[in-house]
């Protein structure tokens, strides 16, 4: 196996070794036949390493939107395709090595995408770049960099017209956010907000994304980015997050008003989610910490005899 060194032999290659790890990550291919799945793609993350590897100063690193970010997705479904076989026998599937050659050849992408300036970025469509994130998401080298390249690119996307769709921007957003990197996309989420498009995506986001909504908030100093969402943040909505999301939200809450008071009846709803969960038992595994949190949040509350009360009677405050 060897990486095409034109753009659309290269393009059609990664494709097709995406489609190859997505049946193979699935499942539907034969046991019998994962050691020809995982001999191809040692010599795809050895052909990585070989010709993605731009550090040498010869390097002839491709940079084919396409081709970069399928065959990151195929490197990355092949690896996941790796952990879900359950095939005790299965003696390809268990080389411990292949993991770590797997991360390595997704650094090499990285590198490759970053060896050029972002100076172009009508070339790369915003599918292309997510799958490109979320792919090489797993790597420790270079994975700030990515997301920031990104984060430019998709700012001079807005700049040039090139609109997201909601679905691939909360894909990004959850992505940048569960590696704790939101603020390599400030840039791009002050342009969305200064266009009047951020509200617009807003209504994309699920009930799961108000902690991510909150950190975004807090992140541009918008109270109106959650208040967009308001209306969803309500006592009842709130308790299908778990204790710790909703508490972690109150530690992160801005201590100075600015414009945060607009957002006093969220904080309230959010006060009594995490103490009916408290009472009801449904409060998981919550610290000493986030207990005294919840307490003090309680305590400042309008109703605060009635929430005090309440968490008086739980038995979670006995056990933590």
């Given at each position: 196996?060897?990486?095409?060194?034109?753009g659309a032999?290269?393009?059609?290659?990664?494709?097709?070794?995406?489609?190859?790890a997505?049946?193979?990550?699935?499942?539907h291919?034969?046991?019998?036949?994962?050691k020809?799945v995982?001999q191809?793609?040692?010599?795809?993350?050895?052909?990585?390493?070989?010709?993605l590897?731009?550090?040498?100063?010869?390097?002839?690193?491709?940079?084919?939107?396409?081709?970069?970010?399928?065959?990151?997705?195929?490197i990355?479904?092949?690896?996941?395709?790796?952990?879900?076989?359950?095939d005790?026998?299965?003696?390809?599937?268990?080389?411990?090595?292949?993991?770590?050659?797997g991360?390595?050849?997704?650094?090499?992408?990285?590198?490759?995408?970053?060896?050029?300036?972002?100076?172009?970025?009508?070339?790369?469509?915003?599918?292309?770049?997510?799958?490109?994130?979320?792919?090489?998401?797993?790597?420790?080298?270079?994975?700030?960099a990515?997301?920031?390249?990104?984060?430019?690119?998709?700012?001079?996307?807005m700049?040039?017209?090139?609109s997201?769709?909601?679905?691939?921007?909360?894909v990004?957003?959850?992505?940048?956010?569960?590696?704790?990197?939101?603020?390599?996309?400030?840039?791009?989420?002050?342009?969305?907000?200064?266009?009047?498009?951020?509200?617009?995506?807003?209504?994309?986001?699920?009930?799961?994304?108000?902690?991510?909504l909150?950190?975004?908030?807090v992140?541009?100093?918008?109270?109106?980015?959650?208040?967009?969402?308001?209306?969803?943040?309500?006592?009842?909505?709130?308790?299908?997050?778990?204790?710790?999301?909703?508490?972690?939200?109150?530690?992160?809450?801005?201590?100075d008003?600015?414009?945060?008071?607009?957002?006093?009846e969220?904080?309230?709803?959010?006060?009594?989610?995490?103490?009916?969960?408290?009472?009801?038992?449904?409060?998981?595994?919550?610290?000493?910490?986030?207990?005294?949190?919840l307490?003090q949040?309680?305590?400042?509350?309008?109703?605060?005899?009635?929430?005090?009360r309440?968490?008086?009677?739980?038995?979670?405050l006995?056990?933590?």
């Open positions: 196996v060897w990486l095409p060194s034109e032999i290269f393009s059609s290659f990664a494709q097709t070794a995406a489609w190859l997505s049946i193979f990550c699935m499942g291919v034969a046991a019998p036949h994962h020809h995982v191809a793609f040692q010599e795809i993350m050895t052909s990585c390493r070989e010709g590897d731009v550090r040498g100063a010869d390097s002839k690193a491709l940079y084919d939107p396409e081709g970069l970010c399928r065959l990151a997705q195929a990355s479904l092949f690896l996941q395709g790796l952990q879900a076989c359950t005790s026998s299965c003696a390809a599937c268990r080389d411990a090595s292949l993991q770590s050659r991360i390595a050849a997704l650094e090499c992408v990285a590198r490759g995408f970053l060896a050029h300036p972002a100076n172009e970025p009508m070339s790369w469509s915003p599918e292309q770049l997510t799958i490109l994130a979320d792919a090489c998401s797993d790597i420790d080298v270079e994975l700030q990515l997301f920031e390249r990104v984060a430019k690119i998709a700012e001079q996307h700049d040039s017209g090139v997201w769709d909601s679905e691939l921007l909360w990004l957003l959850r992505l940048v956010d569960f590696k704790r990197l939101l603020p390599t996309l400030e840039g791009f989420l002050q342009t969305l907000n200064a266009k009047g498009a951020l509200l617009r995506h807003v209504l994309g986001a699920s009930l799961r994304d108000v902690p991510l909150l950190s975004i908030s992140l541009l100093n918008s109270p109106s980015v959650l208040l967009a969402f308001s209306g969803r943040c309500t006592e009842e909505h709130l308790q299908e997050l778990s204790v710790g999301a909703l508490v972690a939200m109150l530690q992160s809450w801005p201590t008003d600015d414009g945060w008071d607009m957002l006093s969220v904080r309230a709803s959010i006060v009594a989610a995490a103490v009916r969960q408290m009472g009801s038992g449904c409060y998981g595994d919550v610290s000493f910490s986030d207990a005294y949190a307490l949040a309680a305590s400042e509350m309008d109703r605060a005899q009635t929430l005090l309440e968490l008086g009677s739980s038995c979670a006995l056990v933590v």
